[in-house]
T-cell receptor
Framework: NAGVTQTPKFRVLKTGQSMTLLCAQDMNHEYMYWYRQDPGMGLRLIHYSVGEGTTAKGEVPDGYNVSRLKKQNFLLGLESAAPSQTSVYFC?????????????FGDGTRLSIL | RKEVEQDPGPFNVPEGATVAFNCTYSNSASQSFFWYRQDCRKEPKLLMSVYSSGNEDGRFTAQLNRASQYISLLIRDSKLSDSATYLCVVSLLKAAGNKLTFGGGTRVLVKP
């Protein structure tokens, strides 16, 4: 029972490089989310998806792009990495957008931009 | 003012003692409330939902005060394994679905 799987778990990039973070869920959830977590800031929503082929901006979308070509996968892209994007990135999924449905999180990706 | 605020702590708690802490939220239209637990360098996991009448789950009690716009979490008979960061999460229903806002977390350290 994998739940939500994120790859890679760690990555170090140089400023200006690009990369894609992959999130996969096997729970048939419609809703998927990408967050970043910084010390003292709590989790902040970057982008989210309400279904295959649909994405929307969250609280801090600048510098990131996402795609949801398949229901089970939600990709987060950094086109040109900046040191301010050094963070821990969490993907989550939920059965529905209703407030009483919990979100299930992946293990996180620790990304450092030099 | 942050939408969801928590005392970052740490709360240093002797094993077996009781600890309680609050979380305040700014939007009175918030509808659902949760406590998540996050261990060091791990992902957040749902601890419990918070219901209007208050609710218990074993040693954990959650309460909601809509008038003063805060929720609370109380841990009785603290165990060493309760050491973690507790995240307050507030949900607001919008046209595109619910918006979850996370607090910065309250760190709890249970010591022998």
């Amino acid at each position: 029972n994998a739940g939500v799987t994120q790859t890679p778990k760690f990555r170090v990039l140089k400023t200006g490089q690009s990369m894609t973070l992959l999130c996969a869920q096997d729970m048939n959830h419609e809703y998927m989310y990408w967050y970043r977590q910084d010390p003292g800031m709590g989790l902040r929503l970057i982008h989210y998806s309400v279904g295959e082929g649909t994405t929307a901006k969250g609280e801090v979308p600048d510098g990131y792009n996402v795609s949801r070509l398949k229901k089970q996968n939600f990709l987060l892209g950094l086109e040109s990495a900046a040191p301010s994007q050094t963070s821990v990135y969490f993907c989550a999924s939920s059965l529905s957008p209703l407030g009483n449905q919990p979100q299930h999180f992946g293990d996180g990706t620790r990304l450092s931009i030099l | 003012r942050k939408e969801v605020e928590q005392d970052p702590g740490p709360f240093n708690v002797p094993e077996g003692a009781t600890v309680a802490f609050n979380c305040t939220y700014s939007n009175s239209a918030s509808q659902s409330f949760f406590w998540y637990r996050q261990d060091c360098r791990k992902e957040p996991k749902l601890l419990m939902s918070v219901y209007s009448s208050g609710n218990e789950d074993g040693r954990f009690t959650a309460q909601l005060n809509r008038a003063s716009q805060y929720i609370s979490l109380l841990i009785r008979d603290s165990k060493l394994s309760d050491s973690a960061t507790y995240l307050c999460v507030v949900s607001l229903l919008k046209a595109a679905g619910n918006k979850l806002t996370f607090g910065g977390g309250t760190r709890v350290l249970v010591k022998p």
